[in-house]
Nanobody
Framework: QVQVEESGGDLVQPGGSLRLSCAAS????????MTWYRQAPGKERELVAT????????NYADSVKGRFTISRDNAKNSVYLQMNSLKPEDTAVYYC?????????WGQGTQVTVSS
């Protein structure tokens, strides 16, 4: 049974930090590209950051470059998103996605709210 579960979302003040975690099971995690997406109310889903299967290559949305860092631990079947210098516009539900070819697995999302 495939499971992808995000955690770590919270209410944080502007300028603060959060670390999101995504734990996966039921598939060969180390073979999958892992991506964080987010979706704010009334907005389209946005790709935030991607890490290739080995973690050797990462990519970021321009809006988060220099503030967010994606990392993965294949031994723990987990991927992380370290978010620093958070802004109100980072408020969204953050989703973890595993993708390999035509196979895609989504988590249920975790809410991040940046507000004073």
């Amino acid at each position: 049974q495939v499971q992808v579960e995000e955690s770590g979302g919270d209410l944080v003040q502007p300028g603060g930090s959060l670390r999101l975690s995504c734990a996966a099971s039921g598939f060969t995690f180390s073979s999958y590209t892992m991506t964080w997406y987010r979706q704010a109310p009334g907005k389209e889903r946005e790709l935030v950051a991607t890490a290739t299967s080995t973690g050797g290559s990462t990519n970021y949305a321009d809006s988060v470059k220099g503030r967010f860092t994606i990392s993965r631990d294949n031994a723990k079947n987990s991927v992380y998103l370290q978010m620093n210098s958070l802004k109100p516009e980072d408020t969204a539900v953050y989703y973890c996605i595993a993708r390999r070819g035509p196979r895609t697995y989504w988590g249920q999302g975790t809410q991040v709210t940046v507000s004073s």
